[in-house]
């Protein structure tokens, strides 16, 4: 472009003797090419830039959809353990397993209620623990730690676990360090008949999406329980 402009300015003077005419141009032909120059340079930039940030795009969506792939699995796998599980006792490990990975927390509970009663016995834990399990049995049976989440019928972040559960499962976090604790209600009918329980030392900041799969998750103790 540049040796365009230098040679349609130099046809236009073509024929002119005066050399201080010729002269009088060579400014504005220079400022011509330089500021065409710093036009295509600032073109390309832009041009460079535009692409990189359209592959970086690129790359965040094909992630998040790996991601979204790899969570469906993991809930189809969890609600095939469960499907399969159907009328024992107890969640099967596995299961557990996997709703940890899907929800990292320090502890993951699994309570139903007893028929006819507002206590609940544990029917899953991890990481599986005996004494663990003895003990928040014995909690879920003489304590009413659940009525805050009956009433509120959705997922309940709880940091003040006194206020909100119960004394006994207070001091059990307590002892060991656990400070918040994500309940999820499994309903039927707008009954509780089970928790499901996240509890990390460090409280997490539970998004919208976070709280939907985790009742999504609840829901699927509905065949186990």
Known sequence: MCVVVTLAVLLLLHGSDSLTSVNA???MIVATMLAIGLAGAEWQVFLERNSAERLVDAAKFEA???QAADRQHAFNQLWQLLADSRGQDAVPAEAMEHLRELFPAELCVVWAARDGQRSYRVCGLQPAQAETWARLDKIAQSAPCFERVR???RVLPVTDL???TAPALALFCEQRELRQAILCPVLVRQELV???AFFHKQPV???TKTAEEMQSAANLFLCAL
Do not use: C, I, M, N
């Open 194 to 196: 089970g928790v499901l």
């Open 205 to 207: 900041k539970l998004t």
């Open 25 to 27: 141009y060579v400014p």
């Open 64 to 66: 998040a959809e790996h």
């Open 151 to 153: 009433e509120v019928k």
């Open 162 to 164: 006194v206020h909100d």
